[in-house]
């Protein structure tokens, strides 16, 4: 399952590529058609009301299939592949904990909650002999939410590597928060 908000609308074939990669893995995506905005931008700029509505809106989005059932398969994770939206969904279950009808769900999501990056080490192994890397370099800018907000460094690099890229990390402040 793959979530995300901004991300769509600035670059809208991630999410087309993100599902052809997992399906070349064997990995199935569902998408949860009522899932939105994380909440994040909203919870950011101090619109917490705001921001918890739209992690609501996507508990209950992505709820049937957590539960699964005959209507819906059941998923064993919920792959972000934005960063920003990834490391929020992983907080549903501290954002919410005081809330009564949403605490257990929104911590059952966090724990739910892959970045795209943590699959890596399992796609590497069924992508090895289909992937075919052009020539030259693969610039890469490890985002500040994986590499401070979910605490993930050199996973992307070391896997894209091993898949035969040649990547280069950006240099300049790649340590620092993108601001």
């Known amino acids: 399952m793959l979530a995300g908000c901004v991300q769509p609308a600035m670059a809208p074939n991630i999410n087309a590529a993100t599902a052809r990669v997992l399906d070349a893995a064997g990995i199935q995506t569902v998408l949860a058609a009522k ?3 994380c909440g994040a931008v909203k919870f950011h700029l101090n619109d917490h009301d ?3 509505a739209h992690m609501r809106a996507n508990i209950d989005a ?3 299939y957590v539960e699964g059932g005959q209507a819906y398969p059941q998923v064993e994770a919920i792959v972000m592949n934005a960063s920003g939206c990834g490391v929020t969904v992983k907080e549903y279950g501290h954002i919410l904990k005081d809330d009564a009808q949403y605490a257990a ?4 999501i966090s724990a739910l909650t892959k970045d795209l990056s943590e699959l890596l080490p399992l796609l590497v192994e069924q992508l090895r ?3 075919k890397p052009a020539p030259g370099h693969l610039a890469f800018h490890p985002p500040c939410t994986l590499q401070h907000g979910q605490q993930q460094r050199g996973g992307v690099e070391q896997h894209l590597g091993a898949l035969g890229f040649d990547v280069k990390e950006a ?3 790649a340590h620092q928060c993108c601001g």
């Open 129 to 131: 002999d289909k992937v």
């Open 50 to 52: 705001g921001g918890k």
């Open 62 to 64: 992505w709820w049937p």
């Open 171 to 173: 240099s300049m402040e």
């Open 105 to 108: 769900k929104a911590a059952r």
């Open 35 to 37: 899932a939105g905005c």
